[in-house]
T-cell receptor
Framework: GENVEQHPSTLSVQEGDSAVIKCTYS??????FPWYKQELGKGPQLIID?????GEKKDQRIAVTLNKTAKHFSLHITETQPEDSAVYFC?????????FGQGTILTVHP | DAGITQSPRHKVTETGTPVTLRCHQT?????MYWYRQDPGHGLRLIHY???????DKGEVSDGYSVSRSKTEDFLLTLESATSSQTSVYFC???????????FGQGTRLTVV
């Protein structure tokens, strides 16, 4: 089955800096890669996703890149703000089910 | 947001007792999932469903069973609860593969 590895497990940045979270996946047939943000006490919410026929996607301060050859994808957050502090999860869709990474706790210091 | 609710939100139960968690969605989504969330492990898939009465096991299915008799409801049963099943459980639903999966607010289960 699919295996998703996510790094780093914790990330601390100053407000205004950029943050990058990286994930690798094992199933070359996986074709959909969403990123979720989870705030304290809530369920995860989709912030951006990318499909295997696209190399990069941007939405305001958030971007995701996908390298199918290397089987890795990354989340980039620019101009970070304190409200970006949360747990972020990457996921890969393979074999008809979503497999998640271990999560990254992002802390943005004012 | 998609209408997906979990019940109960919190539960404390004793070791050895059966427990059923309910997930209800109002979006007529075909796919539904149960995950557990534990520190250091992210979200791990317990069971999933790709239609009424169509379910399959995830990576941590031992000790859990599911049922889906209606599109809108997906039940997770702990047949005989153990302390290792203390966790936060999330349900999710998805209309089609390769589209957004919507999560419920979670159920915090404590087995004492």
């Amino acid at each position: 089955g699919e295996n998703v590895e996510q790094h780093p497990s914790t990330l601390s940045v100053q407000e205004g800096d950029s943050a990058v979270i990286k994930c690798t996946y094992s199933d070359s047939a996986s074709n959909y890669f969403p990123w979720y943000k989870q705030e304290l006490g809530k369920g995860p919410q989709l912030i951006i996703d990318i499909r295997s026929n696209v190399g990069e996607k941007k939405d305001q301060r958030i971007a995701v890149t996908l390298n199918k050859t290397a089987k890795h994808f990354s989340l980039h957050i620019t101009e970070t703000q304190p409200e970006d502090s949360a747990v972020y999860f990457c996921a890969a869709l393979g074999g008809g089910k979503l497999t998640f990474g271990q999560g990254t706790i992002l802390t943005v210091h004012p | 947001d998609a209408g997906i609710t979990q019940s109960p939100r919190h539960k404390v139960t004793e070791t050895g007792t059966p427990v059923t968690l309910r997930c209800h969605q109002t979006e007529n989504h075909r796919y539904m999932y149960w995950y557990r969330q534990d520190p250091g492990h992210g979200l791990r898939l317990i069971h999933y469903s790709y239609g009424v009465k169509d379910t399959d096991k995830g990576e941590v299915s031992d000790g859990y069973s599911v049922s889906r008799s209606k599109t809108e409801d997906f039940l997770l049963t702990l047949e005989s609860a153990t302390s290792s099943q203390t966790s936060v459980y999330f349900c999710a639903s998805q209309g089609d593969l390769n589209t957004e999966a919507f999560f419920g607010q979670g159920t915090r289960l404590t087995v004492v």
